[in-house]
């Protein structure tokens, strides 16, 4: 889950990591006061949950009231990736001296925490990765939500150019990693984590994301999640205990277990269709779990054909064919359906089917053959 | 021969009086695994289906000659229920449970790199040597036994593989399922280097995904040390970069995460990546030859 800048920097400042001061407007009346509050020049910071805001013109410096007056209205009317802005967080503006990359998360190769940082912080770190590797620099922590403080005295000399810096940084990546633990974080970063004219070290940027599988242990960042940029479909399957995406083709899909949900994406591409999402019913599927999971499926209008692909293991067949007639009885089936049963319970299944006129194949390969047909018929 | 499961498994389940527990409990017994007791805390004394349970895996492993745990509690209580059998000594660990907090899986594996326990999962299937036992959640029934040992990131796209296989009169050694999640215990490094020890398996398949560099990582052993022929079938060469595609560990965040650039870099070791699932018995029938 992710969450925004300002409710980030937010929790940054409970973690005692140095913040900008800056307040969250969606109007541009509590944008003025929150700007003469703060004192101007202030920057003005489109909060959008996609990457990419700066170069979309989703930032703003602004040196007086007047500015802002002119500035707000623009940012508002923006549309960052297809997603409107709603949320403008205004912050002082300071005189940046220098820019560092600041940030920790997990390494599954390592089963391990690792805190990175970088001197060159500010622009693209994926890039600087690429480009120059030994620019990056890396902390392991041996799985403890400890750092052992000689080693990071060691590694904030690597990084920070003085006393100072490196006592401020080792200070900041301490409480950062306590936020990351305590949060159950996936990524923590400080992009830039920046020096100013003064000499005093602020993070100018914050992001946060949370580990999905912890939030039933945080209610309070749960709550943190701003709906608007989840997909209406996702959400509702993942309210119903299903995982889907959405694609832009025509053959809509529902599957059991993800493996075999890519792997039918896969061969219904490689025998000439055009899947229009990838559906996995999960492990102990009821009936309502196929009937929800059909209805979603036939709310996108592109969708002309539907491929049910099961293999039952927990999941059991018969299940699954209750579910289909259930939808047929509930929903409109305005396009054709192919359905693909083996496993537990089979047999069974697909008697409950024939009874209803629905005919069945066995192969996963006969079955996108007959569906990718379907689709281009209609 | 078979890898890490057999005849001589003394299987305990964690969580054996619980919906999923219970029932796989008697698949797996009815299958002819040796499940020697359950453990739910505070329900010692009981039974399920005739298999005594115990308060703790301690008493369990003490009371029954356990060897093997698997374990299918809820989530919130996984890291418990695995670190009980790190402690306890038990040799192979499965965990089943889906939705386990990463952090949770870190501290895991702290004390595991610590001890001689090996964990498989969690967010897994188990695994099965077919004939001889099996430790999971798969239907036994489509399995037969035979050279080709399995190994997978995946469920039911194992058990298409698996059917596929059986169809073609091809048998399997051990199937093994790693997980979905990205830090998981056993990885196909640990797994190749199994089925490469044990004289029976005389084929291997790879069923790898997006995400994470697992299958690079393997592809240089192969091309290393695996003589026996390799074939290998990655899933999600249509998905999106940047989605969750239902597994934890399947998302394309770099360009090493793709399916695309793992099926190059298995191809380059000389495993033999098929497009179709059901392409795999005859790779394996000309390779066998």
Request: neutral net charge.
């Amino acid at each position: 889950m992710k969450i925004h800048e300002y409710q980030a920097a937010e929790l940054f400042k409970k973690f005692g990591i140095p913040v900008l001061s800056g307040e969250v407007a969606t109007t541009l009346n509590e944008a003025q006061s929150i700007a003469e509050k703060i004192g101007f020049p202030v920057v003005l910071k489109s909060q959008v949950l996609v990457g990419g805001r700066g170069k979309a013109g989703g930032i703003k410096v602004v040196k007086t009231a007047a500015e802002l007056s002119k500035a707000f209205p623009q940012l508002k009317a923006l549309n960052i990736k297809g997603y409107p802005v709603e949320r403008i967080f205004v912050v002082q503006a300071i005189a940046i001296k220098k820019e560092f990359y600041v940030a920790i998360t997990i390494d599954p190769a390592k089963n391990d925490i690792v805190l990175i940082a970088s001197s060159a912080g500010g622009v693209d770190i994926e890039e600087t990765a690429k480009q120059n590797s030994q620019a990056i620099h890396k902390l392991y922590l041996n799985a403890n939500r400890v750092i052992d403080q000689a080693r990071l005295t060691l590694f904030v000399k690597a990084i920070f150019p003085d006393a100072p810096s490196q006592k401020a940084g080792a200070e900041i990546f301490q409480n950062l990693l306590k936020l990351f633990c305590e949060l159950d974080c996936s990524l923590a970063e400080i992009n830039p984590l920046a020096i100013d004219d003064r000499g005093n070290m602020v993070a100018a940027d914050a992001k946060i994301n949370f580990d999905d599988n912890a939030l039933f242990r945080h209610e309070d960042i749960q709550k943190l999640q701003d709906v608007k940029f989840e997909d209406a479909d996702e959400m509702e399957a993942k309210q119903a205990g299903l995982s889907f995406v959405k694609l832009d083709g025509n053959v809509g899909c529902v599957v059991n277990g993800a493996g075999l949900a890519m792997a039918t994406l896969d061969v219904v591409k490689l025998l000439g269709g055009d899947p229009a999402n990838f559906l996995d019913v999960g492990g102990s599927s009821s009936p309502q779990k196929v009937l929800t999971a059909l209805k979603i499926i036939l709310k996108n209008k592109k969708t002309k054909s539907i491929l049910v692909n099961i293999f039952g293991g927990i999941t059991r067949c018969d299940d699954i064919a209750n579910g289909i007639l259930e939808a047929r009885k509930q929903l409109e089936m305005r396009i054709p359906m192919v359905v693909r049963l083996t496993g537990t319970n089979e047999e069974l299944a697909k008697e409950i089917l024939a009874k209803a006129k629905i005919s069945t194949c066995s192969s996963m390969r006969e079955a996108v053959e007959q569906v990718v047909a379907l689709a281009r018929q209609g | 021969m078979s890898i890490l499961i057999d005849k001589n498994t003394r299987l305990i389940v964690q969580g054996i009086t619980g919906r999923d527990g219970s029932f796989h409990t008697q698949k797996m017994a009815e299958y002819g695994t040796k499940v020697v007791g359950g453990v739910t805390p505070g329900k010692g004394g009981q039974d399920v289906a005739g298999i005594p349970v115990f308060n703790s895996v301690a008493e369990a492993k003490d009371k029954t000659q356990a060897n093997t745990a698997v374990i299918y509690v809820p989530a919130k209580f996984a890291k418990d229920a695995i670190l009980e059998d790190i402690k306890a000594g038990i040799e192979l660990i499965i965990c089943i449970t889906e939705g386990i907090p990463v952090l949770d899986m870190v501290d895991v594996q702290k004390e595991l790199v610590k001890s001689r326990s090996r964990l498989l999962g969690p967010n897994c299937p188990g695994l099965i040597s077919p004939g001889k036992s099996k430790v999971g959640i798969m239907p036994g029934h489509i399995h037969k036994s035979g050279p080709i040992g399995v190994v997978s990131r995946s469920g039911t796209l194992t058990y298409e593989v698996v059917y596929n296989l059986t169809l073609k009169n091809i048998g399997q050694s051990t199937c093994v399922g790693l997980g979905g999640d990205p830090i998981i215990g056993t990885r196909f490094i640990d797994a190749l280097e199994l089925f490469v020890k044990d004289p029976e398996t005389q084929g291997i398949v790879m069923v790898g995904e997006i995400g994470g560099e697992d299958e690079q990582i393997a592809a240089q052993y192969i091309k290393r040390e695996v003589k026996k022929p390799v074939v290998g079938f990655i899933a999600g060469r249509s998905a999106p970069k940047g989605k969750r595609m239902g597994h934890a560990g399947a998302i394309i965040s770099s360009g090493d995460s793709t399916a695309e650039a793992k099926i190059e870099v298995l191809r380059q070791a000389g495993v033999t990546v098929v497009d179709f699932p059901d392409e795999i018995p005859a790779a394996f029938s000309k390779k066998l030859k």
